[in-house]
Nanobody, 117 residues
Framework: QVQLVESGGGLVQPGESLRLSCAASGFTFSSYPMRWYRQAPGKERELVAGISEGVGTSTNYIGSVKGRFTISRDNAKKTVYLQMRSLKPDDTAVYYC?????????WGQGTQVTVSS
């Protein structure tokens, strides 16, 4: 049973930082790319960041978060992280962890990130 559990969300002020975690189980974690999506109220879910399953640090980000967000993974802990810096109100959304182990999307329950003054 594939399971993804996000944590680390919360309420922060603009300019502050937050680190999200996604604990994974039910598949060979190190063999698959991992992704973070987010969905704001009234908007479509969008891919925020992805990290490859390879040895290197192959990552990708949407333009709005480049230079501010960093995705990383710890294969020993079977966890993927999203370090978010210089948060903006537009970053407010539910953040979801995603994996596609057998050509099927699996999602966590999501963790709420609210950026407000």
């Amino acid at each position: 049973q594939v399971q993804l559990v996000e944590s680390g969300g919360g309420l922060v002020q603009p300019g502050e930082s937050l680190r999200l975690s996604c604990a994974a189980s039910g598949f060979t974690f190190s063999s698959y790319p991992m992704r973070w999506y987010r969905q704001a109220p009234g908007k479509e879910r969008e891919l925020v960041a992805g990290i490859s399953e390879g040895v290197g640090t192959s990552t990708n980000y949407i333009g709005s978060v480049k230079g501010r967000f960093t995705i990383s993974r710890d294969n020993a802990k079977k966890t993927v992280y999203l370090q978010m810096r210089s948060l903006k109100p537009d970053d407010t959304a539910v953040y979801y962890c995603n994996v596609r182990p057998w050509s099927t999307d699996y999602w966590g329950q999501g963790t709420q990130v609210t950026v407000s003054s």
